[in-house]
């Protein structure tokens, strides 16, 4: 059973920056790639980025471009995803995923954190 543990989320002001981790443990955890989606009150969870887990491509939201970045540790087994200049309509709870091929869905969801953006 593979685990997934977000943190790192928090108040900030608009123009503020935050670091999410996401620490994945188990046995069984062999991922194609990784994600990070959000899911604001009364919308649809939405994918905001993604990373192979082996090379270098990545994918980002066009509301996110230029803002935020995703990285990831392979020997720790931890996912990233820094977030600059921070906006009001970023607020939403953060979670990470995993899939094992990308005829999979993502699984793996963790409880989330929370990230809020005063303006």
């Known amino acids: 059973q593979v685990q997934l543990v977000e943190s790192g989320g928090g108040l900030v002001q608009a123009g503020g920056s935050l670091r999410l981790s996401c620490a994945a443990s188990?046995?069984?955890?062999?991922?194609?790639?990784m994600a990070w989606f959000r899911q604001a009150p009364g919308k649809e969870r939405e994918r905001v980025a993604s990373i192979l887990w082996s090379g270098s491509s990545t994918y980002y939201a066009d509301s996110v471009k230029g803002r935020f970045t995703i990285s990831r540790d392979n020997a720790k087994n931890t996912l990233y995803l820094q977030m600059n200049t921070l906006k009001p309509e970023d607020t939403a709870v953060y979670y990470c995923a995993w899939r094992r091929s990308p005829i999979f869905s993502y699984t793996g969801w963790g409880q989330g954190t929370q990230v809020t953006v005063s303006s």
């Open positions: 188990g046995r069984t955890f062999n991922p194609y790639d």
